[in-house]
């Protein structure tokens, strides 16, 4: 069965990061090892407080890093691995995205440095895109390459779904949604239990996310509360950079409510307060400055 699951680092803790560790009775599996920041947001750059919260974070991936058997990289923006650390990978079972299809030029390019960066650590690497894989006596399923958002300029990711003794974990990747029928499908196909999504990108809304896309997404959503036999739902990741998050998709929670589903973020599932850091950067520098926090600036990327 799973015994836990545990998010690491996410939107909703104040980083950008999906990194999600699962436990089952036979394995301990962590998706995503990458945390980062917006280099700017309100044409700020980030706030102490957020930098000392990305150390936070990446220093309990690391940790979790160390206990887990099995290692899945969704696709290679730094919000989701970091190349500069490839001891993380060492003796580990490492399942990825693939290195060279269904990929945009630069994420091709970020995959190449990373298995140059990774390679002999591993106990076994393998390409997992649209495949099943038995780990002791769990079941990893992949969905095939989908895209990253709405359309393949951000490149593609897998999604991830865990099987353990009639239980299934599922986790999403950058589906900024799901809007399109490619990233609903996999859940609907996998029905899992408790499912971890990517929601829209909502703080673009009208910009780079269309309001087409958003009601896509939205009866994608409705779609899986009521056809899958969830029981619990996070949204985090892009949606928790939007301040009005809940109301952009309160159709959702009206239909969940209905049907039983806890609808939350991953910070709520973790037992935390809600912390949208870079969402309130603003307010943070008009309420803080930028001198109360001794912090350790790690080197920022973007996504």
Not at 147 to 152: R, V
Request: glycine share 6%; with cysteine; net charge neutral.
């Amino acid at each position: 069965m799973i015994r836990r699951v545990v998010p690491l680092a996410f939107d909703s803790f104040g980083v950008r990061s999906m990194a999600t560790f699962v436990e089952t009775d036979n394995q301990k599996i962590l998706i995503d090892p990458g945390v980062s920041l917006a280099p700017l947001r309100y044409g700020l750059e980030p706030h102490p407080l957020e930098r000392r919260r990305l150390d936070e974070t990446w220093e309990n991936i690391k940790q979790y890093a160390r206990e887990a058997d099995v290692l899945i990289v969704t696709h290679y923006h730094y919000d989701h691995h970091d190349p500069s650390y490839p001891e993380l990978y060492r003796g580990k079972i490492t399942l990825i995205k693939h290195p060279t299809q269904n990929i945009n030029f630069s994420q091709k390019e970020r995959a190449a440095a990373f298995l140059a960066a990774v390679k002999g650590l591993p106990r076994k690497l393998e390409v997992a895109d649209g495949r099943k894989f038995q780990l002791s006596g769990d079941t990893i399923n992949f969905s095939q390459a989908v895209c990253h958002g709405t359309n393949p300029r951000l490149g593609y990711v897998i999604e991830a779904s865990i099987h353990s003794n009639g239980e299934k974990f599922l986790y999403t990747s950058d589906v900024e949604g799901p809007s399109l029928e490619e990233q609903i499908k996999f859940i609907l196909k996998e029905k899992p239990s408790i499912l971890f999504v990517d929601g829209p990108m909502t703080y673009m809304l009208g910009y780079r996310y269309s309001f087409r896309s958003l009601e896509n997404s939205i009866n994608n959503l409705i779609m899986a509360i009521e056809e899958t036999g969830l029981h619990t739902l996070v949204l985090d990741h892009h949606l928790l950079r939007d301040l009005n998050y809940k109301n952009r998709l309160k159709p959702v929670y009206i239909k969940a409510e209905e049907r039983n589903v806890k609808v939350i973020t991953a910070a709520e599932f973790a037992g935390r307060k809600i912390e949208m850091l870079e969402a309130l950067r603003k307010e943070l520098y008009a309420k803080y400055g930028e001198a109360l926090f001794e912090v350790r600036k790690r080197p920022l990327k973007e996504e």
